[in-house]
């Protein structure tokens, strides 16, 4: 069965930086695009990018433009989100996602805390 899990959150105070990873498996990783969300406390789950399944071509929330680089290792099946200059408003819980044929497929999350 499709597994997603992601790992690399924690606290972090404003403009340090995070690695997330997403570590997939049950299905042929390097075929399928892959995507990160976020939802901080009291919202909605929002959309922060979203990468090929080559890795050629990436589409990022205006929100965490040039901040954030989305990246995967088909080799690994594992996709990374590198976030930089964070902020406080990156707080929340991060997942990662993979549509498989008709399925949405969602990790636990890994919670990433922005604070001094």
């Known amino acids: 069965q499709v597994q997603l899990v992601e790992s690399g959150g924690g606290l972090v105070q404003p403009g340090g930086s995070l690695r997330l990873s997403c570590a997939a498996s049950g299905f042929t990783f390097s075929t399928y695009a892959m995507s990160w969300y976020r939802q901080a406390p009291g919202l909605e789950r929002e959309f922060v990018a979203v990468?090929?399944?080559?890795?050629?071509?990436?589409n990022y929330a205006d929100s965490i433009k040039g901040r954030f680089i989305i990246s995967r290792d088909n080799a690994k099946n594992t996709v990374y989100l590198q976030m930089n200059s964070l902020k406080p408003e990156d707080t929340g819980m991060y997942y990662c996602?993979?549509?498989?044929?008709?399925?949405?497929?969602w990790g636990q999350g890994t919670q990433v805390t922005v604070s001094s």
């Open positions: 990468i090929t399944s080559t890795g050629g071509s990436t």
């Open positions: 996602y993979a549509n498989v044929g008709r399925n949405g497929y």
